[in-house]
């Protein structure tokens, strides 16, 4: 398969491009630096000359070193995550190329009103229609509206993604990081087996839509504390905040999405993803840090 990767230089999109490549597939990375993605004439002017067989979108703006970077980089933040996504649907479109765009499950929060898990026919919920929410949220669910009439087209969301290489964008490395931790029960995303499901898709020809790519089960906070504990990388007291509020006092300054994703689509659709907690386990046994991980990489 040929394939272009937009935001090929980002955490997901290395992944992506490096889990492509290891399948024998072309891949040509499309960025700022040979394009400007935000013009149509430009973008479809690349694609033409590359002729890709498929298109993946792994840009986007999280924020550093999380989604409070948003709340000051509005401008940025809301051209990637919804502008953005609108600009490489017309090309596809014009091209008839199929593509698929990494959105987020942070669109969704556990309400009292919500207590069960959340399915891709489920309303997004943590929006700027619904809030209130983090502006990071807002944006990446005006990027999915956008698509709403996209042909050809794969939404895949993506969960707090982790993986075993030590990273400052690993769940896993923000919990050895952080000095105090917030408790909460979440879906989560191993990033190897999410590549895998993507590049699935366009392999098995999977149908267009949305899938929650979140490796099935739910898990809390202090459960992954007790793995990384159990697993000898990290020796450290692991501390807690006493309760969301505090949370938000003391440590953020824009609301977080909790939230269960059900990946009952993905499963049924033929995608592998493994129960979280043998997941987590496996990374942890199998743990890469930093330093080696960025020699690894760069190698």
């Not at 899938?211 to 020796?235: C, F, K, W």
Request: charged fraction near 20%; charge should be negative; include cysteine.
């Amino acid at each position: 398969m040929r394939l272009v990767v937009l935001g090929g230089s980002g955490f997901l999109g290395q992944s992506i491009v490096q889990g492509a490549r290891s399948r024998g597939d072309r891949v040509t990375v499309l960025g700022r630096q040979n394009c400007n993605l935000y013009d149509l004439s430009s973008l479809v002017q690349a694609l033409e000359t590359i002729a890709p067989d498929a298109l993946i979108n792994a840009a986007g703006y999280s924020g550093r070193p999380n989604v409070d970077a948003c709340e000051m980089n509005k401008a940025e933040c809301l051209a990637a995550n919804a502008v953005l996504p609108g600009i490489i649907g017309q090309a596809c479109h014009q091209l008839g190329l199929p593509w698929g765009h990494i959105s987020s499950g942070c669109i969704f929060n556990k309400t009292e009103a919500a207590q069960r898990s959340f399915s891709e026919l489920d309303e997004p919920n943590f929006t700027f229609r619904q809030g209130p929410c983090s502006f990071y949220s807002g944006t990446k669910a005006l990027g999915e509206e956008v698509l709403q009439d996209a042909s050809q087209c794969y939404i895949w969301r993506i969960r707090i993604p982790f993986s075993n290489w030590d990273s400052e964008r690993n769940y896993l490395s923000k919990l050895i990081r952080y000095d105090r931790l917030l408790e909460a029960t979440n879906s989560i995303s191993e990033v190897n087996e999410f590549v895998s499901a993507v590049l699935d898709c366009f392999v098995m020809r999977v149908p267009f839509g949305i899938y929650h790519l979140t490796n099935p089960g739910a898990v809390s906070t202090t459960e992954v504390v007790q793995m990384i504990r159990e697993s000898g990388i990290a020796d450290k007291d692991f501390r807690f905040f006493n309760s969301e509020e505090e949370f938000m006092q003391v440590a953020a300054t824009t609301p977080r999405s909790n939230c269960i994703l059900s990946c009952q689509k993905a499963l049924q659709a033929g995608l592998k993803l493994s129960p979280i907690r043998e997941a987590i386990v496996r990374a942890l046994h199998s743990w890469v840090p930093e330093n080696q991980a960025l020699y690894q990489r760069a190698a």
